[in-house]
């Protein structure tokens, strides 16, 4: 017993269901990107903060 519901359309698409298409993708592609970027700069955030933590003494000590 198969729930699923079937909403492309049978044969061929027209202009405007390809445009469609076409958009979902690139918002699709775009939305990955964005979210590589965004895990990136967390990441680098993370690691300068853990560097700092690491380091903290040694900073403390070249501005005394």
């Not at 017993?1 to 202009?15: A, F, N, T, W």
């Not at 958009?23 to 895990?39: E, G, H, P, V």
Request: positive net charge; proline residues 3%.
């Amino acid at each position: 017993m198969q729930h699923e519901i079937d909403v492309l359309p049978k044969g061929p698409l027209s202009e405007e269901e390809t445009q469609a298409l076409r958009a979902i993708l690139r918002d699709y592609r775009n939305i990955r990107w964005l979210r590589r970027l965004t895990f990136k700069i967390l990441l680098a955030i993370g690691a300068t903060g853990t560097a700092i933590a690491a380091l903290k003494d040694h900073i403390v000590q070249l501005f005394r």
